[in-house]
């Protein structure tokens, strides 16, 4: 089917089309149609399937049938997100697909000077998209009214309460209007997801599509079974001898990520470090550099990444695996977009062969295990417990809690020898 075929207005095809996009990706087939009958859905799909433009063109359509005719336009669409990254994105795919319309947007998210956001607001928006907290900080000032809202999308639902957002969406729900059109996009559906989609969404369509990521034909998974004291060195091997320019790298820490790109660059790989510390200006240079191709390394946390739309990323490296495997899956999300070939490579020390299991009953498959001659693990070493990353909230940090503890209780006392070899993993 053609996105006209699925009820799209010319004026958006248009765009779409100017935007090289030549069919509806599946999630976009299946979501377009019913959004704009005006129902509810459930989506389960991931960052890389197109669901941003699922939403966003059909919502465009909606809110265009209708154009307020006062000059302060009420905020009639709310998106909201858990990072400010996502944030942006979801603002510029706004401003992209909606360029033929009329329509107004904005984008607010903490982290950066309030009062011109609140200019923005005055003036007038249709469609709002958001980090929750910096909304209620709007809402707290009466700078932003959500009184009108016909249409809330909730994106990354899970990431949000992974996150600790619960609270903030619950608040911002009660101040919207009670009928309205709610979507609602999760890549995974715990009971936590499943309560709050009882209690938002109204006789929804389950919309499912396949995890176009985790496909064989589209990522090629390779595990490197490697001590964790020469991981840097290997990860600087790999790039150096097979020439990888554009790298993404995932590591459990904001500190582990600083020091790994510091030790990249000593090792002449350009690279720079994006997390939640750093202030918006800093993440935003560091994704506009890698992207440009002038930072070959880009080294993230889970929390940073998510929600990083980086075109056909050919190489995401798990310098640490997650404690979640799901994460797994939303890290090496950024490659294999779009029909490319993706690679994802997983530095996997003694500690983590737990962890690898997990990934692999997720994945229903066994990761490729590949050797480079001289970083073969050393035998010697025994595992021990993973120390907690202190940038996980949420699930992951109860998970993590959780096997740590487990961990500790299942090993037996080390002697000596065993506690040497430990430090040395
Ligand atoms: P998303 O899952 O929304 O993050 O989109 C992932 C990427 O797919 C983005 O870079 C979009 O520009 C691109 N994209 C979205 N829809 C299509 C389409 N129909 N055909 C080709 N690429 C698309």
């Known amino acids: 089917m053609s996105f006209s075929e699925l009820g799209l207005m010319t004026e958006l095809c248009q765009t779409v089309s100017a935007q090289g996009y030549s069919k509806p990706t599946p999630i976009q087939s299946k979501a377009i149609p019913i959004v704009l009958q005006g129902n509810d859905i459930l989506a389960s799909a991931q960052t ?57 947007s904005a984008v607010i998210f903490g982290g950066v000077k309030i009062n011109p956001q609140i200019a923005t607001l005055r003036r007038g928006i249709d469609i709002l998209v958001a980090t929750p907290g910096r909304l209620l900080d709007h809402v707290g000032q009466k700078t932003v009214d959500l009184s009108q809202v016909e249409i809330l999308v909730l994106d990354e639902a899970d990431r949000m309460l992974d996150m600790g957002f619960i609270h903030d969406i619950r608040k911002i729900m009660a101040m919207l209007p009670k009928k309205r059109q709610n979507l609602l996009f999760s890549a995974t559906f715990s009971d936590e997801i499943k309560k709050l989609a009882d209690g938002l969404l109204n006789s929804p369509t389950f919309i499912e599509v396949a995890r176009r990521n985790t496909t064989a034909e589209a990522v090629e998974h390779t595990v490197y079974h490697v001590d964790k004291k020469r ?65 070959q390394v880009l080294v993230a946390t889970d929390i940073a990444a998510r929600g990083l739309d980086i075109d056909n990323l050919p190489h995401v490296v798990n310098f640490e695996l997650p404690n979640v495997p799901e994460d797994y899956v939303h890290r090496i999300g950024r490659t294999g977009r779009a029909g490319n070939k993706g690679i994802a490579i997983s530095l996997v020390c003694i500690d983590e062969n737990k962890l690898l299991r997990d990934i692999e009953k997720l994945l229903k498959r066994k990761i490729t295990a590949a050797k480079v001659d001289g970083f073969h693990p050393d035998p010697s070493i025994a595992a021990e417990p993973i120390k907690n990353g202190r940038n996980y909230g949420g699930t992951a940090a109860k998970n993590k809690r959780r096997n740590t503890t487990r961990a500790h209780t299942k090993r037996s006392q080390p002697n000596n020898n065993q506690q040497r070899r430990r430090a040395e993993c």
């Open 48 to 104: 890389g399937t197109g669901k941003t433009a699922g939403f966003t063109l059909p919502l465009l359509q909606r809110l265009s049938a209708k154009t307020p005719i006062q000059s302060k336009r009420p905020v009639r669409a709310l998106v909201l997100t858990p990072t400010r990254e996502l944030a942006a994105q979801i603002g510029e795919s706004v401003t992209t697909y909606g360029q033929n319309l009329t329509l107004r």
């Open 231 to 295: 991981k840097r060195e290997l990860l600087s091997f790999l790039i150096g001898s097979s020439n990888w320019q554009q790298v993404l790298v995932f590591t459990r820490t904001k500190h582990g990520a600083n020091r790994l790109a510091r030790q990249l660059e000593q090792d002449g790989i350009s690279a720079t470090a994006i997390h939640g510390n750093k202030s918006q200006g800093a993440r935003t240079k560091a994704l506009v550099d890698f992207k440009k191709g002038s930072v």
